[in-house]
């Protein structure tokens, strides 16, 4: 029988090691505006969102935005969204890729108190979507269509 690997591979797809953290969360390396990052895999989250703290640091446009977030133990947070920006994740690459902005210290904190890294984002649905994400969770990995 023909691994998932294989069939995907052959399909088109390119493959991004994951990593779990003691949260329990899967956590992925992506380059925004060609600058690494570090960002939760989270298929939860409707839209993919990058903290206030890291505007400048991936050359983002940040214009106000009247969406309210909520997650993650909050709601009602204010946002911001920037349009335009370049997202890869492994192999797969997306121009005018907009994003949430807005802010990340709750979400830090519970990461930082549990011994893990604090991360500059979320990708979510709307990336995952968009790229037809298949996530293998045996071996860790996501699976990207090209």
């Known amino acids: 029988m023909t691994q998932l690997k294989e069939f995907l591979l052959n399909k088109g797809y390119t493959k991004v090691k994951l990593h779990l953290t ?3 969360h899967f956590e992925i390396i992506a380059t925004l ?3 690494k990052g570090l960002f939760i895999l989270d298929t939860g989250a409707s839209n993919s969102c990058v903290g206030f703290e890291a505007i400048e640091r991936f050359n983002l446009e940040a214009k106000d935005s009247e969406i309210k977030a909520a997650g993650a133990g909050a709601t009602d947070m204010l946002t911001q969204v920037s349009k335009n920006n370049q997202l890869k994740i492994g192999k797969w690459k997306k121009e005018k890729v907009a994003l949430i902005l807005f802010n990340l210290t709750h979400v830090n904190t519970a ?3 549990h011994n893990s890294k604090p ?3 979320i990708i979510g649905a709307d990336i995952l979507k968009k ?3 298949i996530i293998d969770y045996e071996k860790k990995y996501l699976y990207l269509k090209l």
């Open 22 to 24: 003691k949260t329990n």
């Open 131 to 133: 790229a037809k994400g």
């Open 119 to 121: 991360v500059d984002g």
């Open 33 to 35: 505006n060609g600058i």
């Open 111 to 113: 990461l930082i108190s």
